[in-house]
């Protein structure tokens, strides 16, 4: 007979001994989720996590039921991740080791695992120093996002921070000029991206919010000739990070 009690999938653990033993193990894991009142040895793994930084959100057993499928989850549920989480300090270090201006992007609450993937893709490629998600809301390092970076997540950390307003006033106060991508800004190539930088992306739908719009140093768009008024996430993000690389390689970074 099968033992449910154990991987069910490619994103997710279910049962308390294989959620133990996924945390104890140190694989990199995106969020844990509990049943509403569970006690017991859930306990123990909530306190887990939260050493750990991971994520915990409470449920109902109905929602636990539908995504284990039917497995014996037994009030636990823990979402993998295709690569451990990096911290700000280690997008930071990366740049000072090659000694270069900071260069990251930051998705505003992005939804589709593949444009987060194809988003960390291309970052790599353009030389950004790392890519920085918000913990709720959004997206994050699930398998599929894994095999859409194609690789590049060996190469280029991405960080999950609480507050990404916060996060946006802290690379300011490092010097970092931050640039929204939204369609009623400024041409992109009438913009100077030389120097430090950080790049914000919109969700798909909604792009990038109010607020972070407002505490960006400077919203830049794409221009648009055909019918369409705009491009998917990770295309105009694609765009606009190889243009700043273009920029920094002028100035000989």
């Known amino acids: 007979m099968e033992d449910k009690n154990k991987t069910f999938e490619n994103d997710i653990i279910i049962g308390r001994n ?7 193990g140190g694989r990199p894991a995106d969020r844990l989720l509990v049943a509403k009142g569970a006690g017991g040895s859930v306990t123990q793994l909530v306190a887990m996590c939260r050493e750990k930084g991971i994520p915990v959100k409470e449920a109902d057993t109905k929602k636990l039921d539908a995504i284990s499928g039917g497995g014996r989850h037994q009030g636990v549920i823990l979402f993998a991740a295709a690569h451990e ?3 700000l300090a ?9 000694n270069e201006p900071l260069f990251v992007i930051l998705c505003d609450g992005l939804e589709d695992p593949h444009n987060l993937g194809a988003i960390v893709r291309s970052a790599e490629a353009a030389g950004a120093h790392g890519v920085i998600i918000p913990e709720h809301r959004s997206v994050s390092l699930s398998s599929w996002a894994g095999k859409a970076a194609a690789g ?3 190469y280029l950390p991405v960080a999950r921070v609480k507050n990404l307003n916060q996060t946006v006033k802290e690379l300011k106060e490092r010097g970092v000029w931050v640039y929204a991508a939204d369609m009623d800004g400024k041409p992109y190539y009438e913009t100077d991206f030389s120097g430090a930088a950080a790049l914000i992306v919109g969700s798909e739908g909604r792009g990038v919010s109010r607020l972070m719009k407002e505490n960006a140093d400077a919203v830049v768009s794409i221009p648009m ?8 996430a990770s295309v105009a993000a694609g765009v606009l990070m190889f243009e700043i690389s273009r920029s920094r390689s002028i100035k000989g970074v």
């Open 152 to 154: 590049a997540l060996e």
């Open 90 to 98: 280690d997008i930071y270090t990366l740049a000072e080791k090659k």
């Open 85 to 87: 989480y990096a911290s």
């Open 18 to 24: 294989a959620v133990r033993e996924a945390l104890s």
């Open 225 to 232: 000739k055909g019918k369409i008024n705009s491009l998917n």
